[in-house]
């Protein structure tokens, strides 16, 4: 009999690869601007020149870019190679069912996390660090399928099997739920009125075209919409758990209308995709045709069909008392709702709730799953004091792995009065025309339709949003930004969408704040804006001030004292390795962000079908 998670397991597997093969090619594009050697932040600035033993590999952040320089690769180039790498294995792990096994997962996460251990502020975020968790829990549950002579060779399906995907809806648990509380623990004025969405679609780091749309629904409906989603995060990721499987269905829809919802008025790259995939771990093989055998009872029937009514019932008359809905016919019809719960009231559930969810996680799995309830905790302080604390030293000790991590999206809602915008001007006088920068997908030009970028991140242009809401002075890449721009630096500039300069650099560059809107709907722009301040003062490229800021950072490196011979300054002859990488380098170059992974993505897909069904 065909067991019932056998192919749901390799449709995880499956999504898995892809998330992957997204996550390189994404990054693999962007890599001479931001890491390489005249990028915004060089990798060689976070790298050690050599090592000599395992124990230095494994020293700090454990990352294979530590043994790049022994195949005679500078740092760009080592990090080209493991995003190729990562996109060959990723995408074999596509196209071959055979190739989704532990050792190709094993690999992909070594990759990974080498990546990301220099890749600095422009990969510190929580789809990134879940893109970790999610890929170590995909070595757990992948086969172990070595080439071995066949009556070697180790079963497909182990009873196991229904422990790790287990996992895989324990941390689905933790980032829905997490998501959830921190937008009503935060006290976020917007959340706690209801009104966050009302503000949320033009304040997003990157809105699509359809978020201008949505921003413009009625209030009343952006509120009941802001209720559903405390409703599919909070309480529905609880029925993840229960042996009803209509329940587990109604909860695994619940999730994909959310995230495809996000998917649609949001660019959040590969992070929609990565959870949708979490979510197939709530499914099993009758829900992709594979029927099993099952033993009809009218009373297990019944007592399911009780079940699901007493938890739809509950969760709806909850919903319907919590937030105070009321429905109006007249004048017009609308939803109204408001929050019927105070702070310390919400307060006192958290910390009652979550020692419970920790209870049903050490019981279901035992050790394996207690490192991690560590993060889980994180929303609730007090709840920390049931876990022993020999299980913080210990996670401690794996912190550097990203095995387990804590979350929780949109905790407070920002450009509650305009999204705040930083603007990049060059100019080759103080008194003269000033010229705007346009970035690749950011807004900045009023008149420019919002863009679909996902699953592809613009890593910079995502930076550029998280500056915004701060200074530059805890942003010091963009310092780097305005030298490198300053320069007349290709791979930098072709990070961008226009460059007002093309033929030389200009002597000054500024930036200012701006508060962006979205435009009415019978407005020409699709964005109106307002000047606010200052952001960054004009500075040229041989500012004393700058100059010392670079050299303290190494941005600029400092000459030696002694006169280089004329061995020293004869260039070093290239090793294979990087002859090779080079050359795919100067290949592909640095392709448009989102025509590079569609493009990828598309041809595996042609690959796999003609795989299947051809060849």
Same mark, same amino acid.
């Given at each position: 009999?065909?067991? @019932? ?41 976070? +790298? ?37 790498? %990562? ?9 071959? %069912? ?39 829990? &995909? ?23 229904? *422990?790790?995907?287990? +996992? ?24 706690? @009125? ?75 790259? !590969?992070? =929609? ?7 197939? &771990? ?16 009218? +009373? ?22 919590? !937030?105070?809905?009321?429905? =109006? ?5 609308? *939803? ?73 999206? !949109? ?40 863009? !679909? ?13 998280? &500056? ?6 805890? =942003? ?56 606010? =301040? ?16 670079? #050299? ?27 002859? *090779? ?30 795989? #299947?069904?051809?060849?």
């Amino acid at each position: 009999m065909t067991s @019932g998670i056998s192919y749901t397991r390799d449709v995880f597997l499956w999504g898995i690869s892809g998330i992957y093969l997204i996550a390189f090619a994404s990054l693999y594009i962007q890599i001479p601007g931001l890491y390489g050697e005249n990028g915004i932040l060089p990798a060689k600035l976070v +790298l050690h020149e050599k090592i000599d033993s395992i124990e230095e590999l494994l020293d700090g952040a454990p990352t294979l870019m530590k043994l790049t320089p022994r195949l005679g690769l500078d740092a760009q180039g080592g990090m080209d190679l493991l995003c190729l790498i %990562g996109m060959l294995v990723s995408f074999l792990s596509l196209v071959f %069912g055979g190739a989704r096994d532990t050792v190709a997962y094993t690999l992909l996460w070594m990759l990974y996390l080498s990546l990301y251990q220099v890749g600095q502020t422009f990969l510190w975020f929580q789809w990134d660090i879940l893109l970790l968790e999610t890929g170590f829990l &995909a070595i757990l549950v992948a086969p172990f399928n070595l080439q071995l002579p066949k009556k070697w060779r180790m079963s497909p399906y182990h009873q196991h099997d229904s *422990i790790t995907l287990w +996992l895989v809806r324990w941390l689905l648990f933790r980032l829905m739920f997490a998501s959830g509380v921190v937008k009503l623990t935060s006290k976020c004025p917007t959340w706690w @009125g209801l009104t966050a969405l009302s503000v949320h679609f033009e304040s997003q780091c990157i809105p699509t075209l359809l978020a201008w749309w949505w921003h413009h629904l009625p209030l009343w409906f952006l509120k009941l919409s802001c209720v559903a989603t405390y409703m599919i995060e909070i309480p529905v990721p609880f029925l993840f758990f229960s042996p009803v499987r209509s329940m587990r269905l109604f909860a695994f829809y619940s999730q994909l209308l959310l995230q495809t919802l996000i998917l649609l008025t949001g660019n959040y790259n !590969f992070f =929609n995709l990565l959870t949708i995939v979490l979510c197939i &771990a709530l499914l099993d093989d009758e829900h992709f045709g594979y029927r099993k055998e099952r033993k009809s009872s009218w +009373l297990g029937g019944t007592i399911n069909l009780l079940a699901s009514v007493l938890a739809y019932g509950y969760i709806g008359y909850q919903t319907w008392h919590l !937030f105070s809905l009321k429905v =109006n016919l007249s004048p017009s019809f609308s *939803i109204s709702s408001s929050v019927a719960f105070s702070q310390p009231q919400f307060t006192a559930w958290l910390d009652w709730i979550v020692p419970w969810t920790m209870t049903l996680g050490a019981i279901s799995l035992g050790y394996e799953i207690v490192i991690a309830l560590v993060p889980h905790t994180v929303v609730s302080k007090p709840a920390q004091q049931y876990l022993p604390r020999a299980i913080f030293t210990y996670r401690s000790k794996l912190q550097p792995y990203h095995l387990t991590n804590s979350y929780g999206l !949109f905790r407070r809602m920002t450009g509650v009065g305009g999204r705040p915008e930083v603007v990049l001007e060059g100019s080759d006088s103080l008194e003269g025309d000033w010229k705007e920068y346009e970035f690749m997908y950011k807004p900045g030009n009023l008149s420019r339709k919002p863009p !679909f970028v996902a699953p592809h991140q613009p890593r910079l242009d995502w930076q550029m949003w998280f &500056a915004a809401l701060g200074s530059y002075q805890h =942003n010091t890449w963009f310092v780097n930004l305005v030298y490198r721009l300053l320069q007349g630096q290709p791979e930098v500039i072709q990070l961008l969408q226009h460059n007002p300069y093309p033929e030389e650099p200009p002597k000054y560059i500024r930036a200012t704040l701006y508060h962006y809107h979205f435009s009415q709907a019978n407005g020409q722009d699709w964005w109106v804006r307002e000047k606010k =301040n200052e952001y960054f003062p004009p500075v040229e490229k041989d500012n004393p001030s700058l100059v010392q800021y670079l #050299k303290h950072a190494k941005i600029i490196q400092e000459e030696d004292s002694k006169a280089k011979t004329d061995q020293e300054k004869r260039p070093m002859r290239q090793s294979f390795t990087q002859r *090779i990488v080079t050359f795919i380098r100067k290949c592909i170059g640095q392709r448009e962000g989102f025509a590079f992974v569609t493009s990828i993505l598309g041809a595996t897909f042609i690959i796999k079908v003609f795989n #299947k069904y051809f060849w």
